[in-house]
């Protein structure tokens, strides 16, 4: 008999009840609630009388609708500030820990969880919210649901699911100067597409992988729903152990050893037999940029806007020249000639720590080209902009003529104040090229924090590694 | 929930690979903290000419003529004919709601994003997969033939075309049986309720720190 995968060891340890056909009531270690996408489900809650089944497992934070300006006014949308009002009142009715938008703690769900340590190896982690493939960073098995679920998980702590398929992701070789975890997840995009991934649970390996922060990680295991995968997780090891050791909810002392021994076993084994293997030479990875309205429509810095009639099927052709259409691009157009209105470095896949470090190392020194009518730096979380602000970030960004905001999810959706116009086009670091996602007709092109800068600097893509 | 068992509606060809819940209901309807009323926004930026925000009237709106949804021959469709990887993107259980609220019941389509199907259970929408070539062949029956209506009966699996072909389409038993009841999860949950009892009590010991 094979060994088991990581996916496998998650799901085992979480099976409360299997029906005859293999439809599993799977348990819910912790849920991650948002403004968004739980009014419904506490109404739900209300009308059928019920009360969440473990208050203590479920942490709440408003993020989508949050000003990234002085907030000592609040917020000046009146739905949205409903919506932020109504996520208070229900955790103070269900006693539900919420950090509210002026605690230090508050920032993106996905930035929050692993910060405070209640992302923790070995859980099954729910929010309504598709990035909570997150998560799976951490060897968790975490994945979004929709509202009739965040309701469910509230009223049972658990869900009715039925195992994916597996695919190994591993990535191998030497990875280029310049070339970050969001350059791998836009090159795996692009390699296996967008749909590439439904119905599995991804995991990615190799030495690459190894070798990546759990910052990175992250980053990556946040774009495995752009691929189409629900889950997307990172066997646990040394690098792991060390972020969660510390943080203010993992266990302590005798828990913690105990924890970790469990931990330790949270890996793929070497004979684990997996349903797809896809392998990319880290060598071959280039700063990547989107030229279209999905994420796998993406090429290198040194590439080109492809012709639609080079498509791989008819109709691929025809959203083809409907991205192009949209995106304001002609074939050919090398990319490194599109000039950009705004940049944004943000949002849940990349805007901790290490990647405002990696932006700043880019800006220092430089200024913000004339053309660029915006640069904004939205932190992820109140913590990540502290850190930033005492590693003297905020000042190169600042100096340079970036924005340097308050922590939330900001223009990645902008369901906020802050937004593209008609027509504007966007460096983004966020997770979504779509139509609209930043504003309603903007444009936006999907890049790491390193090559936002860079283009925030230069006024058009420029490939950060000569730069 | 409302229960799906057969359907006879009119069928409206949206033909796009990739369509994202952005596009279904973009984000600034997302703050409405209700379940209902997200039908006038369907599809808001491609559906009308004007920028939209929640609260207006769809009345003093400006439609798009050139959008599929637009046009008078597809006037009250429920089921709405699509290309692969349907719904892919955000969470948000608006998208579905949006749909059940435009009195779409069905869909078809080759493939749809995992988390888009599973909420369509929720929200007594029926999501068909059908093989592409065959989804193909309905987008071209579809646009050649005014008042274009399919039969849907999930008892049976099976779609039924104008002309008398029947096709048929795996669903999960589970999914199926809820959706044919109108069975709302949580209920049926809590009847496992000493399973999960047992189980909070086994990870206490194993796994403490979990229930710190």
Redesign the interface.
Known sequence: MSGLTLFQKLWDAHV??V?A?G?T?L?I?RHLVHE??S??AF?GLKL?G?RP?RA?AAIAVPD??VPTTDRSQGIA?P??R??VE?LDANCAEFGITEFKMDDIRQGIVHVIGPEEGLT?P??TVVC???H?STHGAFGALA???????V??VL????L?Q?PSKTMLVKVEGQLGKGVTAKDIALAIIGEIG??GG??YALEFGGSVIRALSVEGRMTLCNMA?EA???AGMVAVDATTIDYVKGRPYA?KGA??D??VA?WNTLHSDADAVFDRVVELDAAKIEPQVTWGT?PEMVTTINGSVPNPADAPSA??Q??WA?ALEYMGLQAGKPIAEIPVDKVFIGSCTNSRIEDLREAASVARGRKVAPNVKLAMVVPGSGLVKQQAEAEGLDRIFVEAGFEWREPGCSMC???NADRLEPGERCASTSN?N????QG?GGRTHLVSPAMAAAAACAGHFVDVRHF | MRAFTTLNGRVVPLDRANVDTDAIIPKQFLKSIKRAGFGPNLFDEWRYLDHGEPGMDPATRSPNPEFVLNFPRYQGASVLLARDNFGCGSSREHAPWALEDFGIRAIIAPSYADIFYNNCFKNGILPIVLDGAVVDRLFRECEASEGYRLNVDLDKQTVTTPGGEVLAFEVDGGRKHRLLNGLDDIGLTLLQADKIKAYEERRKVEAPWLFA
């Not at chain 1, 994945?143 to 679920?149: A, H, P, R, V």
């Open positions: 409360v009840h029906e056909d439809t009531l348990y270690d968004v996408t009014p419904q109404e059928a019920r089944r203590d989508h609708n949308d739905i949205s409903l919506q109504t923790l070995g859980m309504g919210d598709s909570t994945f979004g649901i929709g509202t009739s679920e309701e469910h009223a049972t702590q658990c009715w039925k967008t749909a439904t119905g729903i189409g995968a629900r266990p828990a913690w105990m924890a469990w999905s109709v691929k025809h959203d409907r959706l902008a369901m979504r779509f139509e609209g996602r309603q």
